[in-house]
Each structure stands twice: as C-alpha cells, then as structure tokens.
C-alpha cells in the first residue's frame, strides 16, 4: 500500500507542476497577441495558435480532473492506514492465500455475535448476552419477630440496600455440527455468598422444529412463570406465590419443540427438584419428572408478560406444568442462586429439626406439583395469572411423624396496561399461599418504563407489595419467609 500511496502522490505532483507551465505559456502567449502586433501575421499563424491553445485548454481540464480523483485517493488511502476497518476484505483475504471473503463475520443480532461465511464448511459460531438487575430494596416491619412450626423465634428486620439479584454473562452458538449447539451461563450477584458461579449450562441438538434435545443443567420445568425469564416479568421478579412453589435448577436431560403450529413443550428428567450445586456424593437414585405443555392458539404470545408487541387481536396462551420428585436427606445448598427450599405453607422449611414433630427432622418424602396458566394481551392490556396444587407425601423422619402427607394450594394474578403504548405501563398484582400450617399472601402495584420504546432491553420498575405471613423466601426475589410489612423494590434491568 505505501509504494501505491507513492506512486499517487507523484501523479498529484506531476499534474501541479503541468498546471503550473500551462499558466505560464498563456501569460507569454496572451502577451505576444497586442494590438499592434500585424494583421497578417495574425491571420497566418492565427489558426496555429488557436488550435494550440484549445489543446492545451483540454489538456488541463484533464490534468485538473486527474489531479482531483487522485488528491480524493490519497486523502482515502490515508484515511485507511489509520482505520483498519477501510480496507477491501475480498482482496485481503485473497492475498493471504483465501479464495473467498473473511470467514467469520463480527455484528450485532440481538447479541454480539461471531459468524461464519459458510455454515456447512465452518459450523461454529458465538453470540455474547449481558444481563444486568441493579435493585433498590426497602422494607419495613410491621411485626418483630416470627415463629415457625418447629417453634424457633426468628427476628423480621427492617431492610435499606442496593443489590445486584442477578448478572449473567451468556455464551452460546454451534460447534461441530450444523445442528449442535451449546449454551453456558455465568452468573455473578451480590445476594448469596457465591457472587460468581456457573447458573445453566447445556449442548443441544435440533432434530427439527418438534424435537431438540438438550443435556446439561437447566431450570426444572414446574411452573409457567418460572420458566418465563426473570427479564420478561411484569414486576421486578416473580410473585411471592412462584417463589414458595416452584422447582429450581437440576442436571438432566430434557426435550423441547413445538410438533403443531402454536403448540410448545419442554420435558425433562434431572437429578431432583433443586440440586443446584449439590455435590455428587449428596445424590441420590432417585430422580425428578417434570415436564410443561402450553397452547397459543390465537398468534405468536410474545416473550413477555406485558402487551409491548402492542397486539391489535388478541393473543392467549394457556398451559400446565407436572412435576413429581422422590427426595432424600437435606434439600440442595439453600445460598446457591436460583435455589428455593421446600417449605410448609408458615414458611418453615421442611427438612429442619422439629418441622413436623418435636426433634425429629424428615429424612423421605415425594412431592407432587400441578400448575395451571393463563395469560392474554391486547391491545397494551395484559392479564394473566398462574393456580399451583402442591402435596407433600410419603414422610418418613427419624422418629414417628404426626402425619404422612402435607397439602397446599394457591396461585398469582397479575393485570398491566400501558398508559402510553408500548412504553409506560401500570400494573397491579397479588400471591397467595394456603396449607395446613398457615396462609400467607401480597398485594403489590407498580410502574414500567420501557426506556428504548416497544423493546424489554433497559426497563426501569417500581414495585411497592404488601406483605403478609411471607411462606417464601428466595435470595433474588427479597421475600423473606415471615415477613409482614411493606416492601419497596426500585429496579434497573439491562439486556444486550
């Protein structure tokens, strides 16, 4: 390129100094044709001269031309030793031995994203997502203390903090194989006491639209909220009812796809109802069915639970959710993200000395869990709202329990309008929890403002909630188990 540039810039002198003769070959010319000069001789050589002069006229307007592309060359070709990016892929790939163009191609498609040429030829490919929740939280008692079932007095607190419930640094793409890819999700926060760790991680395969297989560790497929991403809730996070009720994260295997147009499922067969970070010599040969099947007859719902598509018909989609769990010995590490232990309806969790009977702690037992959703948008309107059944049987402990079975029920609901479309929305929700020992529930009402119109990628929330007997407790959602009073959460939330 530096010998072109060269070459260039002599050209550019070249013509300048031809420009400079030409100026002065018409000042002598102009002063030798005066007045007094003869009239003869005029009309003898009058013909030659003129024919000069237009040719040297013609000359320079090309000269002139010449020197202007090549004056807008070289300022280009400047322009690209200092950017790398001005230069002709084709021709560099060419001259480094590559009969075609670059073969991986860096953009942006709802991601960063690294891809090739040819799919075929080369099929590996990376996208990069970032999630981040940076939240206000503040509560304020209204009681000073709980008890549990087992009769432990614990104290309610008052709260006034900033945290991060929830980062994570997304890698996924293909490898190998046209139709295999792989997933991994890093999670960092400030709400348990590992700030960094691997959240899900998995490899697939696509098969075709109604089949994928996947292998890893991912979200146990119990509830429909659950299963909808923390970034797509209506709130800051899901409802107090979610949280006491659903599974958590396991490793297994488990399918997906949509075999009729509209209709979803996503089955899975893991290691227990929440294993996350449970270390091997701590499983068991027991293992965890769940699986969830959800309808949109009506169109395409959308990701979310708000109307931000702005659907002028209206769209429904509508589902359930089975899981049943055969468990053994203490639940998964209660400080890893994501987990959510079992607990009866007052909150106790029940694997804790004396939850059942005095001194003795649960050693067996199943669960089955049954949930039911709807959900509906139009219009900027969204209503939905999800009803769980859950028992507790089969109970063994290390000494005889009063009984052999637990049930409890109870579900959320959930309205949002968008005051102004596809931006600002007011919503309002309540959760609640029912059981044998103790009901417990919410009554919240909130704000969203869409920052980037129409689109869920920087969302900002306002969340005021009620809170009465709390049963949950979750480290990213703020519940506490025996809570009662106000709970203020103000959230930022990015994703791209």
Not at 59 to 75: D, G, I, W
Not at 303 to 326: F, I, M
Not at 345 to 362: E, K, M, Q, R, Y
Request: net charge negative; aromatic share 12%; charged share 20%.
């Amino acid at each position: 390129m530096a010998g072109r540039m060269h070459r260039l810039w002599a050209f550019g002198l070249s013509a300048a100094i031809l420009t400079l003769a030409w100026q002065a070959f018409d000042s002598r010319v102009r002063a030798q044709a005066t007045p007094s000069s003869p009239v003869a001789s005029v009309t003898t050589a009058g013909a030659s001269v003129e024919d000069r002069l237009r040719d040297l006229e013609e000359q320079h307007s090309a000269l002139v031309e010449q020197n202007r592309r090549l004056s807008l060359e070289v300022e280009q070709l400047s322009k690209g030793l200092r950017d790398e990016t001005a230069f002709d892929s084709h021709e560099y790939a060419a001259h480094d031995g590559y009969a075609g163009p670059s073969r991986f191609v860096a953009d942006y498609d709802e991601g960063f994203v690294i891809v090739p040429g040819d799919r075929d030829e080369t099929p590996f490919s990376l996208k990069f997502n970032n999630q981040n929740q940076f939240r206000y939280t503040g509560f304020a008692r209204d009681v000073t203390t709980w008890t549990d079932s087992a009769g432990v007095v614990s104290p309610v607190t008052d709260r006034s903090n900033f945290e991060i419930p929830r980062g994570r640094a997304i890698f996924s793409g293909n490898a190998l194989l046209p139709g295999l890819t792989y997933w991994l999700s890093i999670d960092y926060n400030t709400v348990t006491t590992r700030p960094i760790g691997f959240r899900g991680y998995s490899s697939s395969y696509l098969f075709n639209r109604g089949l994928e297989i996947h292998v890893g560790q991912n979200k146990v497929p119990g509830s429909r909220q659950w299963l909808v991403s923390s970034v797509y809730q209506l709130g800051p996070d899901r409802s107090l009812a979610t949280t006491f009720f659903r599974p958590s994260l396991s490793q297994g295997i488990w399918a997906t796809g949509e075999p009729l147009e509209g209709l979803h499922y996503y089955a899975m067969l893991s290691n227990g109802f929440n294993t996350l970070n449970t270390p091997p010599s701590l499983l068991d040969n027991r293992m965890c069915w769940s699986g969830s099947l959800w309808w949109e007859p009506w169109g395409e719902f959308g990701k979310t639970y708000s109307d931000l598509e702005w659907h002028n018909d209206p769209v429904l989609r509508c589902g359930t959710s089975l899981t049943y769990s055969a468990e053994q010995g203490q639940q998964g590490d209660p400080n890893s993200p994501e987990n959510a232990e079992l607990r009866l309806s007052d909150g106790t969790v029940i694997t804790d000395i004396g939850a059942f009977s005095p001194g003795i702690t649960l050693q067996e037992y199943q669960i089955g869990l049954a949930a039911f959703d709807m959900s509906i948008k139009h219009r900027g309107l969204s209503l939905s709202g999800e009803f769980y059944l859950q028992e507790l049987f089969g109970l063994h402990g290390n000494g005889p329990l009063p009984t052999q079975s637990t049930f409890a029920f109870g579900g959320f609901a959930q309205v949002g309008y968008f005051l102004i479309p596809r931006q600002f929305e007011a919503y309002g929700r309540t959760s609640h929890v029912r059981g044998a020992y103790g009901t417990g529930g919410e009554y919240a009402a909130g704000l969203n403002w869409y920052v980037l119109p129409g689109k869920s990628n920087l969302l900002f929330t306002f969340d005021a909630a009620w809170i009465n007997h709390s049963p949950a407790d979750q480290n990213r959602t703020d519940y506490r188990a025996g809570d009662t009073g106000l709970l203020l959460r103000t959230q930022i939330q990015s994703y791209f």
